[in-house]
């Protein structure tokens, strides 16, 4: 069955750090790979995807993902961070079946005015 | 442009009392529905997903059942809520199953 880990559960940056967000998946047989954010109070939205093409991909606000197929793993990045950057961050990845996503358990990045 | 709706957006229950969830996407047709549960620090838990009317795939025993009565509406049950029930629930579309999904704004269920 496919897992997705995010090995870190609660991220804590200052404002203008870097960050980077790991996310690994067990199974790459179908690999489309996603980045979900959740901002307090707000709904569970895209961040980017990578379908296909081009390893790096960016995504809105500035972020970019990484694809390593080597590696499985498809971490997140930034290279600085707001204090409007607070959010969970979700990594997802195609189930076995390819009949759902799996989703990781999450990284609750918090980032100091 | 499409658009999903969840109701309501919080609820109060008494354990042993039945539940109904509601979840409807406007702008699309045909799309893939899905009910998640999200629990802090455990992610997000796919319950049901649904590919077109009245087909729905279970992914966890529980003490839910999923219904879709229409293409666009997807409906979360329960006959008797027990308190594990409590949590938040998120209900998504999609176009193809491993495509984009995107959410609705969740109902925060407790159960007393």
């Known amino acids: 069955a496919q897992s997705v880990s995010q090995h870190n559960h609660h991220v804590i940056l200052s404002e203008a750090a870097s960050l980077e967000l790991g996310c690994n998946y067990s199974y790459g047989g179908t690999v489309n790979l996603f980045w979900y954010v959740q901002y307090p109070g707000q709904h569970l939205q895209l961040l980017l995807k990578y379908f296909s093409g081009d390893p790096l991909v960016k995504g809105i606000k500035g972020f970019e993902a990484e694809f390593i197929k080597s590696k499985f793993s498809f971490n997140l990045r930034k290279p600085s961070v707001q204090w409007s950057g607070t959010a969970e961050y979700f990594c997802a990845a195609p189930s076995c079946s390819a009949r759902q996503l799996t989703f990781g358990s999450g990284t609750q990045l918090t980032v100091l005015p | 442009s499409q658009t999903i709706h969840q109701w309501p957006a919080t609820l109060v229950q008494p354990v042993g009392s039945p539940l109904s969830l509601e979840c409807t996407v406007e702008g699309t047709s045909n799309p893939n529905l899905y009910w998640y549960r999200q629990a802090a620090g455990r992610g997000l838990q796919l319950l049901f997903y649904?590919?077109?009317?009245?087909?729905i795939s279970s992914e966890v025993p529980q003490n839910l059942s999923a219904s879709r009565p229409q293409d666009r509406q997807f409906i979360l049950s329960s006959k008797k809520l027990l308190l594990s029930d409590s949590g938040f629930y998120l209900c998504?579309?999609?176009?193809?199953?491993?495509?984009?999904?995107?959410f609705g704004p969740g109902t925060r269920l407790t159960v007393l």
């Open positions: 998504a579309w999609s176009r193809t199953i491993t495509d984009t999904q995107y």
């Open positions: 649904s590919v077109g009317i009245g087909q």
